[in-house]
């Protein structure tokens, strides 16, 4: 009889143990919810802010890089930090410190006291974004249900990009533009208690010393790169630019070195000796690059070439988010079916064949052409990354579970910069030649209209007349040409991860899980508690 209820009882504990590990999952993507609102919800704010806090060109500038920036910097500090001290911890630090910077965000009465805030909500989102994704790496141990773990993750990542600009435009048509970052806190407020009554603790094997030289040379060689391919991609190249992309580029080398030498490395190098590993590193740094380059040539093509209003632009943008959704919810039942060499190289030729199709885009409003071209871009990237990133967490020691994830987020970082630097450049070499000599108007004018569409309207109300109506117009035309050159030159680098994704593994490999973390009942917490 004993053995009986002994049985009947494990067999409940295992089933409540697979339900908390589900919402556990709940509360691993409300955070990652916020980050990613948090990286766009500013842009639609930026003018509200610009009156209000009269920020210099370098200030604005730094109010909307430096989060960005200094995430990407430390992602892999506080990655491997969790692996020594435990994520939960770090996640929950994350938690707290993104809470207090979102309430100085929104009560900022000087531009540098914003910069200070938005540089703390950066560390903030560095502690948090590894910490999600290496703790559900151990919560979910199973890699069936992982993949389908990773889909809803990285499902709820593409509506917090598409809700941020949305909620931003709502909350400033009803408060001021501090209250974009006030929403923060009431999430923050529940996720703290909750995130420590339910997320369980996790470490690496602890072996040797952390390496805090190491770290530091990471954060500050990557702090170098970002923000010399964030400036290449404003179109500078001057030695304010070279100079910390040639120093960041010497810290990684260096850092690559001392990791290699070490018998306890920080980021255990070995990983992307594995096949599978590495090119799923590069597949979404080609993935990023794409989709963020072109989201934003296509951005000011609704705007600037079609007229649309920034409202209008987001909410035709919006299939694109569905679309990916759709495919993150998918994602692991087509892994099981296809494979993940299958997968996303389908994953790069649909993205491939989306972008040709939207080169027949050209001076007036195709809705129907532009929703078929963005369902299948925002379906076929996400299959890319869902793939890319699955292979990428279980190919890699759940030990060093918090690197790895940081690795994937960094090169999701560095490809969005990477591709707006260089897409931009693309667009801007087939863009600008055409208006080096329109017939009517100065060579000056015609000089300063090659520097950007919006900026060739401009000089055009300037000159008014038949000269302005004959440079905007061509103008529009060579950005229409610019945009289909950018967008073949896309298709070619989107061809080459298809290449590049044939080294990845044919099918799922799916061994024997290990025992999965040991995730607390909500009962068994209220018990402890009240025991204690």
Known sequence: MSGTTTAAALRRRAAGAGANRWVVLVVL???????????????VAVPAVTEDLKPGAIELLWIVDVYPLVCASLLILF????????????????????????????????????????????????????????????????????????????????????????????????????????????LMLVSLPVGRMLLPESKGDGDGPWDVIGALMAAAGLFGVVLGVKRLGGGEADVLTLLPLLLGTALLVLFVRRQRRRKHPLVDLRMFARPAFSTSVGCIVLAMLALVGLELIAAQYLQLVLGLSPLETGLRLLPLTFAAMGAGLAGARMLRRFGPRRMVCAGFCLTAFAVVLLTAMGHTDNPALMLSGFVLLGFGLE??????YESMLSEAPAEQSGGAAAIGE?????????GIALLGTVMNAAYAPGLSSVPGVPASASASAGHSLGEAYEVAGRLGGTAGDTLR???????????HVTLLVSAGLLLLGAVM??????????????????????REVAEARVSA
Do not use: K
């Open 383 to 388: 299959t890319t990354l869902f793939g890319a």
């Open 79 to 186: 990655g491997t930090l969790g692996d020594r001290v435990g994520r939960r911890r770090i996640l929950l630090l994350g938690y707290g410190l993104f809470g207090v910077a979102s309430a100085l965000a929104a009560f900022a009465d000087t531009a540098q006291v914003l910069i200070l805030a938005r540089a703390l909500l950066g560390v903030g989102g560095a502690m948090i974004m590894p910490a999600t994704l290496s703790i559900l790496r151990q919560v979910f141990p199973d890699r069936r249900e992982r993949a389908l773990a990773i889909g809803i993750w990285s499902a709820v990542a593409a509506v917090g990009a598409a809700v941020g600009p949305l909620l931003g435009g709502f909350l400033l048509e009803h408060f001021w533009w501090g209250s974009v970052f006030l929403v923060n806190i009431p």
């Open 501 to 522: 994704a044939l080294r990845l593994p044919r099918t799922m490999n799916c061994e024997p899980a290990p025992a999965p973390v040991e995730v607390p009942a909500p």
């Open 410 to 418: 960094t090169s999701y970082q560095l490809g969005a910069g990477i």
């Open 29 to 43: 993507c409300a955070s990652l919810l916020l980050v990613a609102v948090d990286a766009t919800v500013l842009h």
């Open 473 to 483: 117009e061509v103008a529009r035309n060579c950005f229409v040409h610019g945009l």
